[in-house]
């Protein structure tokens, strides 16, 4: 089992910055994938970035890409996820996710994940 929870989120204007940050607990971190993805209202879930256990492997939704950045840092059982020049259709509940894998590849579809964080707000304002 792993938990794993959001922090980082907030209200902050448009062309600023926030940087999500997803702590895991209970198992070996360096085994996962991870992922964050979003979710507006009355919108369907999507993928925004994903990075492979080693780090080698990054997937990004097209519309974050040049903004985001997914990182992690496997000795803090963390992933991060850097948002800059955030545009209001930014605004949504941010989620981070897991799969245990070892392999090299980095996971776009959510019923790919096998644990998934509360989510975190980022409301930006125009």
């Known amino acids: 089992q792993v938990q794993l929870v959001e922090s980082g989120g907030g209200l902050v204007q448009a062309g600023g910055s926030l940087r999500l940050s997803c702590a895991a607990s209970?198992?070996?971190?360096?085994?996962?994938?991870m992922g964050w993805f979003r979710q507006a209202p009355g919108k369907e879930r999507e993928s925004v970035a994903a990075?492979?256990?080693?780090?080698?492997?990054?997937y990004y939704l097209d519309s974050v890409k040049g903004r985001f950045t997914i990182s992690r840092d496997n000795a803090k059982n963390t992933v991060y996820l850097q948002m800059n020049s955030l545009k209001p259709e930014d605004t949504a509940v941010y989620y981070c996710?897991?799969?245990?894998?070892?392999?090299?590849?980095?996971?776009?579809?959510?019923?790919?994940?096998?644990?998934w964080g509360q989510g975190t707000q980022v409301t930006v304002s125009s």
């Open positions: 996710a897991a799969k245990l894998d070892r392999g090299r590849r980095a996971y776009v579809r959510g019923d790919e994940y096998d644990y």
């Open positions: 209970g198992r070996t971190f360096s085994n996962y994938a």
């Open positions: 990075i492979s256990w080693t780090g080698g492997s990054l």
